[in-house]
């Protein structure tokens, strides 16, 4: 059994002993262009993904300003058609001061009033909205 141990230990020794072994400068020189091929290959997918996640972020970003620009857009139209409303209605309780011909005239003269405020404010509002 002896005789079949000291082969073993031998060849274990000369395995240990090269592992320890350093590389030829020329080795060395290779897996350091590797190394450094594969970090900059890892660097420029990581700038591309980050740039793609960006400009996702942005799309997304870009699509609620103009969701909010919109909306804003819609409301300054709601608010200008109430305002001519309430210019309409005080306009008519004033005709009711008014008689005959001057009273028709006074009332058409708030409903023209009323539906030019109503044009300006769409045209405004169409104005402002955003497409994208």
Request: with cysteine; hydrophobic share 35%.
């Amino acid at each position: 059994m002896r005789e079949y141990l000291m082969p073993i230990f031998v060849v274990a020794a000369l395995a240990l002993a090269g592992c320890s072994k350093s590389k030829s400068p020329e080795d060395v020189s290779k897996d350091v262009a590797k190394a450094e091929q594969k970090a900059d290959n890892e660097v420029t997918k990581s700038e591309e993904r980050a740039q793609s996640a960006l400009d996702k972020s942005y799309d997304r970003v870009n699509n609620q300003e103009i969701k909010f620009n919109n909306d804003a857009a819609h409301q300054t139209y709601n608010v200008a058609v109430a305002k001519a409303d309430g210019n309409r209605k005080v306009a008519l309780a004033t005709c009711e001061s008014q008689s005959g011909d001057a009273q028709r005239a006074c009332k058409d003269r708030a409903e023209a009033d009323y539906k030019s405020a109503r044009a300006d404010a769409r045209v405004s509002a169409e104005a402002a909205v955003q497409r994208k």
